[in-house]
């Protein structure tokens, strides 16, 4: 069965470097997505993209957070210049239809972000 | 604004049913869905309900929907002690860019 895979399953940085969280959406949807989950607290959205633009971001996705699909199978999430604050678990997703109506989502298991 | 709510915690018996409740604000109408979470692993869409129904059985799965009240419920039927887990329910947000809301998720201890 077709699944969405994630890499590195866990990442340790230090305050202010740069890091990329890599993912593999299932190969035949058009729509990507972005959250994360501070240990505790609930899932958040960050961002959702489709047609190599950003459909709709929540006000934590600020311009030290950037998105890109390099290639046809990639989907990366970027932090510019991490935060402790940014510590957490930060899930891909993706779906086959998405827009005005919310299809089903299908997650990836999670990279585990650890900022020192 | 847009808030989705479920209790904790929920403990059972192997062979009880389990009713895990949510409450939400504000939904488009649309999919509502539950997802569940095993320790170290990421979220498994787990079943779903369309927004005009008030029902959807699933196997040992039920999903009941009370739009007036606001009211989504997941209801495991023979629950077995692999079905431990922490389930969320998501909810979709008004705005048409995909997002879901997700309630702070229900741990559900399932005793032999």
Request: charged share 20%; aromatic share 12%; with cysteine.
């Amino acid at each position: 069965e077709p699944e969405v895979t994630q890499t590195p399953s866990h990442q340790v940085t230090q305050m202010g470097q740069e890091v990329i969280l890599r993912c593999v959406p299932i190969s035949n949807h058009l729509y990507f997505y972005w959250y994360r989950q501070i240990l505790g607290q609930k899932v958040e959205f960050l961002v959702s993209f489709y047609n190599n633009e950003i459909s709709e971001k929540s006000e934590i996705f600020d311009d030290q957070f950037s998105v890109e699909r390099p290639d046809g199978s990639n989907f990366t999430l970027k932090i510019r210049s991490t935060k402790l604050e940014d510590s957490a678990m930060y899930f891909c997703a993706s779906s086959e239809r998405g827009g005005a109506i919310s299809y089903e989502q299908y997650f990836g298991p999670g990279t585990r972000l650890t900022v020192t | 604004g847009e808030d989705v709510e479920q209790s904790l915690f929920l403990s059972v018996r192997e062979g009880d049913s389990s009713v895990i409740n949510c409450t939400y604000t504000d939904s488009s109408s649309t999919y509502l869905y539950w997802y569940k979470q095993e320790p170290g692993a990421g979220l498994q869409l787990l079943t779903y309900i369309f927004s005009n129904m008030d029902m959807k059985q699933d196997q040992r799965l039920t999903v009941l929907l009370n739009k007036k009240d606001k009211h989504l419920s997941l209801r495991i039927a023979d629950t077995q002690t692999g079905d431990s887990a922490i389930y969320f329910c998501a909810v979709p947000s008004y705005n048409q860019g995909g997002k879901l809301i997700f309630g702070q998720g229900t741990e559900l201890s399932v005793k032999p």
